[in-house]
């Protein structure tokens, strides 16, 4: 039987994971992963996840190795060639097919209520960017999520010292240094947005992206 312990008021029940498609079963950033998957899956979080290997192959283990709901979305990438758009061993309960990357970016995206980001190339920070811009456009009807790993604090640090990025991009996600940060910083972050005033948030209905 599926874990189903999330409080019925819970703002967040799937959630979604981003990172690298090449690291292997030996690597810190695939164990890590896999744990994180692990304890939120048996804390009754459905786990959503590209369908592909590495960090995705890794989230789809960790929640089943506890029976977790686990979703895919993939694609099949005629013209983007190597790219894993789906990798035969990641078999999930539920895989929402789309045409193409940018369409399985949003549709991943669409099918979370937060996102957690591990170590990754240019895809992460695809995953990265388009995440941050939404959840800024939607404050307080947004989507936020989770940086794990150390190595963000100076990656995020660069980006707002030489970019312009305001008040509210800073408060949308949040930096964890270990797995075991992440399910205190999700309980920590559903209370801030439950706090924020949304009176203010113009064309927020209108966002495919509400949970």
Not at 16 to 45: M, P
Not at 104 to 129: A, H, N, V
Not at 186 to 205: F, P, T
């Amino acid at each position: 039987m599926k874990p189903d312990k999330l409080p019925r008021k819970s703002m967040v029940k799937r959630i979604a994971f981003f990172g690298d498609a090449a690291v292997t079963k030996e690597s810190k950033v695939y164990q890590d992963a896999f744990e994180a998957a692990r304890i939120l899956a048996k804390e009754g979080y459905v786990i959503v996840n590209g369908g592909g290997p590495g960090v995705m192959v890794a989230a789809t283990n960790g929640a089943e190795s506890v029976g977790g709901s686990t979703v895919s979305v993939t694609f099949f990438p005629e013209h983007a060639t190597g790219f894993e758009g789906r990798y035969l061993s990641n078999v999930t309960d539920v895989e929402i097919k789309t045409g193409n990357y940018i369409e399985r970016i949003y549709r991943l995206m669409e099918e979370s209520d937060m996102f957690l980001l591990f170590q990754g190339g240019t895809g992460t920070m695809s995953e990265l960017g388009t995440a941050w811009v939404l959840a800024k456009l939607y404050y307080g009807h947004h989507k936020p999520f989770i940086l794990v790993g150390a190595f963000w604090r100076p990656v995020i640090e660069a980006i707002e010292t030489n970019m312009l990025i305001d008040a509210h991009e800073m408060d949308v996600f949040r930096i964890v240094d270990t797995v075991v940060e992440i399910l205190p910083m999700i309980h920590k972050m559903e209370e801030s947005l439950a706090r924020i005033d949304h009176s203010h948030c113009q064309h927020c209905s209108e966002s495919v992206f509400m949970s």
